[in-house]
């Protein structure tokens, strides 16, 4: 497996991430030692955690606990050593936006990229140039969440301002704007038949809507971002505020399941590419692989040091990135080995997403650029 970062600034500012391996270990339990790790990228935290955690210990200590916690752990036990990562310096980043970037998205077609951030715009950008096609404006605080639907002529954004508005991504002009949440919206996600838009938020509910009218469909109570259809529309799944997963019929709306095993909030959820198999991530810094067959766990992903908030699996659903920290990892879904280690940013990565070819990575954080990988 080969990962090449296409897009790198002119001060080599995203060296190639190289672990060092100690080597007196290695026979008897292979271990990864990071030296990238800073305090400020351990204690850090994200503003969708920051304005969202009703805890009573300030979040920060928190998530620089569990970080903490997880570095001793790999120190003290045995893990897999990834394979080498190769990369090719290019001269050529994603720079426009003047705050942490929130989320990525890839057009149906592959041509257009859309980047939401903090600074409350979103950007598209030309994929082949990386030359910056248009900034929307209209939301009042921090852009959260986007989607394409699935024919493309329509973009979905959501925000800490409780909004959820719709694009022409041709134009940038604004078609419409919902605002039945009472809080921040977090995730949008449109079904893959494109008739309806399923937005979450931390008003513990999740909403659905009819895509092409705006009207509300169904409110799921007890439930938050992020939220995500199934391949065939005919599930949902849902964070709660209790840490679990909720999966829902969305036929006749009677919960199906409840999936438990992360003890902090979920903060990603996504499919597999066949609709078996669902990924979550959570702020306990574990990714699971969860088997809608037989409704268990099958899969825990380790070595995360960091809060997991994205995850996007390959267009084939045979491995999936991971964004945790200042890194990215990917893993075999098949035995949830760590196959490769992924270092691009000098930041906390918030977003990761795969071009629908499967063949670029495309990773965004803190540090307000983004970062364009190719993955063979």
């Not at 990369?87 to 720079?95: E, I, M, Y």
């Not at 990229?113 to 605080?141: I, M, N, P, R």
């Not at 301002?161 to 604004?174: L, Q, S």
């Not at 000098?346 to 063949?359: C, E, I, N, Q």
Request: hydrophobic share 40%; with cysteine.
């Amino acid at each position: 497996m080969i990962i090449r970062p296409i897009y790198q600034s002119n001060e080599n500012r995203f060296a190639p991430f190289h672990p060092t391996v100690d080597t007196e270990a290695r026979d008897a339990a292979p271990c990864i030692l990071y030296p990238s790790l800073r305090s400020r990228v351990l204690c850090g935290t994200s503003p969708r955690r920051r304005r969202s955690d009703n805890s009573d210990s300030h979040p920060s200590i928190r998530f620089c606990g569990t970080a903490l916690l997880v570095w001793l752990s790999l120190l003290l036990s045995g893990c897999t050593k990834p394979p080498e990562v190769e990369v090719a310096p290019s001269l050529r980043t994603l720079v426009g936006h003047t705050d942490d970037l929130q989320s990525l998205c890839f057009s149906p077609d592959g041509k257009t990229l859309a980047s939401a951030s903090a600074d409350k715009t979103v950007k598209l950008w030309d994929f082949a140039t990386g030359k910056e096609l248009l900034t929307l404006t209209g939301h009042t605080a921090l852009v959260a969440a986007i989607a394409f639907a699935p024919d493309g002529k329509t973009l979905a954004t959501g925000s800490w301002d409780r909004t959820v508005r719709f694009w022409d991504p041709a134009t940038g002009k604004e078609l419409r704007s919902l605002t039945a949440h009472s809080e921040g919206v977090l995730s949008v996600a449109y079904s893959h038949d494109g008739k309806r838009l399923v937005t979450g938020s931390t008003d513990n509910t999740v909403r659905i809507w009819d895509a092409a009218t705006g009207k509300e469909l169904k409110t799921l109570q007890e439930c938050q971002s992020p939220a995500a259809f199934s391949p065939d529309d005919k599930l949902l799944a849902c964070g709660s505020a209790v840490y679990d997963l909720k999966v829902w019929d969305t036929e006749k709306w009677v919960q199906l399941q409840t999936l438990t095993g992360h003890s902090e909030r979920i903060l990603a959820v996504v499919f597999a590419p066949d609709g078996k198999t669902i990924a979550t991530g959570s702020g306990d810094t574990n990714a699971k692989l969860w088997s809608i067959i037989q409704w268990i766990q099958v899969q825990n992903l380790p070595l995360h040091l960091g809060e997991v908030r994205s995850i996007a699996f390959t267009p084939d659903g045979n491995s999936i990135f991971t964004g945790a920290g200042d890194i990215v990892q990917r893993y075999s879904v098949g035995n949830g080995k760590l196959l490769n280690t992924i270092r691009g940013h000098f930041g906390t990565v918030y977003a990761v997403a795969v071009s629908p070819d499967g063949k670029t990575l495309a990773v965004a954080g803190s540090d307000k650029v983004i970062v364009l990988f190719s993955v063979k």
